[in-house]
């Protein structure tokens, strides 16, 4: 079972939200770790979007819109991703990170579609 | 403004080797650790290492482990990835990035093709 697992695919509609998912594997407990996000666009590099451990222990990127937010559900051990008002320009993989077991660890990513 | 310029990509064949090296500009260089990621082609993000500010502490994933060595040169405010024994399996785009706690700057990246 990988470290992190992410769905491959999200479609919502402009000006709605989203909730994009990261389950941390069964043993790893998602309020020990910060997750971190980040989106990346075809033919360019991935853009560090922001980190979350709890309400206390939280990062936005620089010039990240406050429309992206983080948080976690313990009760399913799951790290979140929400963006607010999608807007074309959100359409993108979104891929969430945690430093585990000395190594960085990446999710498989999801691919936000906003249509 | 941060710029990390990577270089050095190309195409080897099976069992050759390449060094990659990341020019950085814009921030305190010996200040940060420093990592390679890197990405297949249609794939996700896969870390291949990091090091610490002065060197002295190096992490790397299993699967290139006695293959690569990360190295850098703060004098040079320069990252290196020596790549030996490649394989088709490590045919991606190389990314150079600042990490002083995830990874917060990447630079354009730089393409590795290992094939025959």
């Known amino acids: 079972q990988a470290v992190l697992t992410q769905p491959s695919s999200l479609s919502a509609s402009p000006g709605a939200s989203a909730s994009l998912t990261c389950t941390l594997r069964?043993?790893?407990?998602?309020?020990?770790?910060?997750i971190y996000w980040y989106q990346q666009k075809p033919g360019s590099p991935p853009q560090y979007l922001l980190r979350?451990?709890?309400?206390?222990?939280?990062?936005?990127g620089s010039g990240v819109p406050s429309r992206f937010s983080g948080s976690n559900d313990a009760s399913t051990n799951v790290g979140l991703l929400f963006i607010s008002g999608l807007q074309s320009e959100d359409e993108a993989d979104y891929y969430c990170?945690?430093?585990?077991?000395?190594?960085?660890?990446f999710g498989g990513g999801t691919r936000l579609t906003v249509l | 403004e941060v710029q990390l310029v990577e270089s050095g990509g190309g195409l080897v064949e099976p069992g050759g080797s390449l060094r990659l090296s990341c020019a950085a500009s814009?921030?305190?260089?010996?200040?940060?650790?420093m990592t390679w990621v890197r990405q297949a082609p249609g794939k996700g993000l896969e870390w291949v290492a990091n090091?610490?500010?002065?060197?002295?502490?190096?992490f790397y994933l299993d699967s290139v482990k006695g293959r690569f060595s990360i190295s850098r040169d703060n004098a040079k405010n320069s990252l290196y990835l020596q790549m030996n024994s490649l394989r088709a399996e490590d045919t991606a785009v190389y990314y150079c990035?600042?990490?002083?706690?995830?990874?917060?700057?990447w630079g354009q990246g730089t393409l590795v093709t290992v094939s025959s």
């Open positions: 814009g921030f305190t260089f010996s200040n940060y650790w």
């Open positions: 979350y451990k709890s309400d206390s222990d939280k990062q936005q």
């Open positions: 990170a945690i430093w585990y077991s000395s190594a960085w660890v």
């Open positions: 069964s043993g790893i407990n998602v309020g020990a770790y910060r």
């Open positions: 090091i610490k500010e002065n060197g002295g502490e190096k």
């Open positions: 990035a600042r990490s002083p706690d995830g990874v917060d700057y």
